[in-house]
């Protein structure tokens, strides 16, 4: 999904289930770690995590509707807070997620492959390939690529 995209979508979100236009902006954080968005009271713009994209559009959807439910009754001088009524009662009308999940943990591996049968090993740390053979075949294990791995949530 692009930033221009993402702008798309929450616009339309907006007047589909607010029956309100939504006329700031709409960007990726990548810097947001456990929340899935962010709605900034000052110039209202709405940040949402790119990572969540990860889990699925329903997901991502509930998401919008629930950083659009922080924006739309802020800006009408209502309860936009979680604790207040109206906030409550919006999200469950547009069926907004009350929480984010958290995004998937994360860890980088590194990928070894046996030069005598070709299997392929991951370790989470740098291994001495003097010492660490093949467990299948005992032949001489080479570095290959490092890569990301989700261990889901
Ligand atoms: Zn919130
Ligand atoms: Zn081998």
New binding site residues.
């Given amino acids: 999904m692009t930033p221009f995209e993402l702008q798309e979508l929450v616009e339309k979100i907006s007047l589909e289930f607010f029956d309100k236009p939504f006329q700031h902006k709409a960007v990726f954080n990548a810097r947001l770690k456990t929340t899935g968005g962010r709605y900034h009271l000052n110039d209202h713009h709405l940040d949402f995590n790119p990572k969540m994209l990860t889990q699925g559009m329903e997901v991502f959807i509930g998401i919008i509707k629930h950083e659009l439910c922080h924006y739309h009754l802020h800006l009408a001088g209502k309860g936009y807070q979680h604790k207040d009524w109206e906030f409550k009662e919006l999200l469950t009308q547009t069926g907004g997620l009350r929480f984010a999940p958290s995004p998937p943990r994360e860890v980088k591996v590194l990928i070894y492959q ?6 392929c090993v991951q370790r989470r740390q740098r291994i001495n390939t003097e010492r660490y ?7 001489k ?1 080479q570095y290959l690529d490092t890569t990301i791995i989700s261990l889901g949530k």
């Fill in positions: 046996c030069q005598n049968c070709e299997k053979v093949c467990g299948a075949c005992r032949g294990l």
